[in-house]
């Protein structure tokens, strides 16, 4: 809640993403690209921020070290469970990305794999899903992914007499 000496931003950019002011922090860190409620949640313990404070009240130390949580967790004692980016195929490391960062590195998974010819990539290339579904009815695949497109597969036509 603003109080009378204080002045409330009305919009707040917070890890590239704009935040109304007059929004709950707690709920305007989990609409940041790779920040779950969990996580947002974690933040703001480890920094001892009301839930229900407004974003527009931060100061900007607290903004600062909201981004800072966010880029290095670890050094904040958050348990690697909660990051989005464990064991990082080339470091080993568990990191946590957020915004293009993600989506690059989601991407650049997906181009290894298929590279490697692995179940998973093959399952990537052809546009199938991954994880055991069913392919006789119609599915689509997550956004970030092309949906498979034409007919429904393992489905046969009746020829017309």
Request: glycine share 8%; charged share 30%; no cysteine.
């Amino acid at each position: 809640m603003a109080k009378n000496n204080e002045k409330s931003i009305s919009i707040v950019r917070i890890g590239g993403v704009d935040l109304k002011g007059n929004e709950k922090i707690g709920i305007g860190l989990s609409k940041i690209y790779g920040v779950s409620y969990v996580f947002a949640n974690a933040i703001l313990k480890v920094l001892n921020i009301d839930f229900f404070e407004e974003v527009g009240n931060l100061t900007k130390e607290k903004r600062d070290s909201i981004i800072d949580v966010i880029n290095n967790p670890e050094k904040y004692g958050i348990p690697s469970y909660l990051l989005n980016h464990r064991k990082n195929k080339i470091t080993g490391k568990d990191e946590h990305l957020i915004s293009s960062d993600l989506d690059l590195r989601i991407q650049f998974d997906i181009k290894d794999m298929q590279k490697l010819k692995s179940y998973r990539g093959v399952r990537h290339s052809n546009h199938l899903p991954l994880r055991g579904q069913r392919t006789k009815a119609g599915y689509t695949r997550p956004p970030y992914r092309k949906s498979r497109r034409g007919t429904v597969m393992g489905v046969r036509k009746k020829k017309k007499k």
